[in-house]
T-cell receptor
Framework: GESVGLHLPTLSVQEGDNSIINCAYSNSASDYFIWYKQESGKGPQFIIDIRSNMDKRQGQRVTVLLNKTVKHLSLQIAATQPGDSAVYFCAENISGSQGNLIFGKGTKLSVKP | KAGVTQTPRYLIKTRGQQVTLSCSPISGHRSVSWYQQTPGQGLQFLFEYFSETQRNKGNFPGRFSGRQFSNSRSEMNVSTLELGDSALYLC???????????FGEGSRLTVL
């Protein structure tokens, strides 16, 4: 799920399929992780979060998996819908650094009807 | 419950000018964070205020400053604008602990 410069990784899926967006985080001291969705012209919108004492958390149609061994985070979206088309960011928070989220570069999800 | 409100939504400035952006957090939230979003660098943390005190600061030059008022509203200022300051400036609020940040729609600054 990481990118360089202007080119965001793009994931294209068919409506109704499941989507998996991956993210590598950078700091072993991070203890809180969030996935955000950003639609064009809008601010990031919270999807789901997970703390470092968990390895899986489920929400409505979304699941976040955390692998601290390899510093990897993934977001699974079930039955992807056209409204899910957006840029998805993972973000990490280092313990004690409130309000300071370190964001990944983002992944653009395109859902084909 | 009203969300995070940022003003102005769009503005155009010229190099050398200064700009002030405003953010009203969600009622009850005492922490306000500011982020800069550009296509090249993504979302980068500027600073965070809690109870009128700057609690965390990102790696930006001193031209970028902010403050928070007693009602938790916050402003950020950029002086001596450069072309590279063109960006979407996002404000986020929270209760202040390590938790979810709620973002506003942003202020899009264009520097000519």
């Amino acid at each position: 799920g990481e990118s360089v410069g202007l080119h965001l990784p793009t994931l294209s899926v068919q409506e109704g399929d499941n989507s998996i967006i991956n993210c590598a985080y950078s700091n072993s001291a991070s203890d809180y992780f969030i996935w955000y969705k950003q639609e064009s012209g809008k601010g990031p919108q919270f999807i789901i979060d997970i703390r470092s004492n968990m390895d899986k958390r489920q929400g409505q149609r979304v699941t976040v998996l955390l692998n601290k061994t390899v510093k990897h985070l993934s977001l699974q979206i079930a039955a992807t819908q056209p409204g899910d088309s957006a840029v998805y960011f993972c973000a990490e928070n280092i313990s004690g650094s409130q309000g300071n989220l370190i964001f990944g570069k983002g992944t653009k999800l395109s859902v084909k009807p | 419950k009203a969300g995070v409100t940022q003003t102005p939504r769009y503005l155009i400035k010229t190099r050398g000018q200064q700009v002030t952006l405003s953010c009203s957090p969600i009622s009850g939230h005492r922490s306000v964070s500011w982020y800069q979003q550009t296509p090249g660098q993504g979302l980068q943390f500027l600073f965070e205020y809690f109870s009128e005190t700057q609690r965390n600061k990102g790696n930006f030059p001193g031209r970028f400053s902010g403050r928070q008022f007693s009602n938790s509203r916050s402003e950020m200022n950029v002086s001596t604008l450069e072309l590279g300051d063109s960006a979407l400036y996002l404000c986020a609020s929270s209760f202040g602990g390590a938790g979810e940040l709620f973002f506003g729609e942003g202020s899009r600054l264009t520097v000519l």
